[in-house]
């Protein structure tokens, strides 16, 4: 047999400069998992790790960056930090700080003062944080201001461009070096993504790019919202992974109210959790209609409002609503299907609201 160094020197690849070490078991000491967020006793969000908090658009996960921001700034958040105000770095590549992530800080009760933006300096030129590129920076400025949070919104747009966010091998590239960061800081490292638009269920193989947006991270956290059984809005963050703690733990119910801001025009999200949820994340994706069941349940709404209608004459919008819903329509779908049906709402004043009527001509607006 060919000794391996004599393969090795046939085919160049000659080891520079390294050498190993065998470092025996016995001497490595075992640590309980710090968890930087517990909710009712169970560790939620390991310190000093790489985590995704992952959703379609405007289901909040951006919101939950935030309230984690505040929990952080306040030393309020249950974990090892409770008592004990930390620092934040917030990466944003989609929204402003004047105008979007400041009211929201604010509305999350969150110390501005340990809530850092991060440019970086190139000549003359603020630029964006570019992964891996800038991991040193990241690493010293986690270190200047003993940060313990550093959110990347949307993860994604900071990898860096020559990285195929689709390969695997290629994303590892930007996100194990993160890992490291994090497990040398002791900071937790939150990056915001999204689910791409697959036909799966499954909340962690949603997130788009590859699999290694799922596979690197010790921790991920999946959004949704959807309908309860009398149509109301409800939202739910299910932990979809948790390598270092309980791997079933129960979703959360979450809200986001409209909040305003002293001397500020407009609202502001506002995020809070508001008890266990007795449903999943996947079971709401699992319960969003496909596009064929979609269009046929507001053609079944069209097909019983007109009848109604016209049978009844002007009706209070209410009294519309209450026997659409009876009849299984949500109320969201009977409002398309009026809207579909050139449907007249002149004010009537019973209750402040309108009646519904249809219009006199024959030539309603085309089905959906």
Known sequence: MTPAKDILDKVGAKSVGRQYTLIPASTIEAKSVAWMWTDAGQGRLPAGSLSVAAGREGTGKSSFGLWLAAGITQGSLPGIHHGTPGGVIYL????????TLIPRLMVAKADLGRVFRMDVIEGDDDLALSLPVDNELLEDAIASEGVRLVIIDPLLSYIGEGIDTHK?????????????????????????AHFNKG?????????????????????????????????????VMSQVKNSLGLAELPSLNYDIASVE??????????????????????????????????????????????PYLREQGPTPSADVIAAGEAQGHSKYLINKASTSLGVLKPRSGYQGGSTW???ESNDAPPPF
């Open 261 to 306: 801001v002293d001397g500020l025009d407009g609202t502001y999200a506002r995020f809070t959790f508001t008890g266990e949820s007795d449903v999943t994340v996947q079971d709401l994706i699992d319960d969003q209609p496909t596009g064929k069941e979609r269009r046929q349940a507001q053609q079944g709404a069209r097909d019983w409002l007109e």
């Open 168 to 192: 695997s091998r290629e994303v590892r590239k930007g996100l194990d070096p993160l890992v490291r960061i994090a497990q040398k800081t002791g900071a937790v490292i939150l990056g915001i």
């Open 357 to 359: 009527e249809l219009p």
């Open 199 to 235: 036909s799966g269920s499954d909340p962690a193989s949603l997130i788009t790019g590859s699999g290694a947006f799922k596979d690197v991270p010790r921790s991920v956290f999946g959004f949704a919202k959807g309908s309860d059984e009398s149509g109301n809005t409800r939202r």
């Open 92 to 99: 944003a590549a989609e929204d402003s700080w004047e105008h």
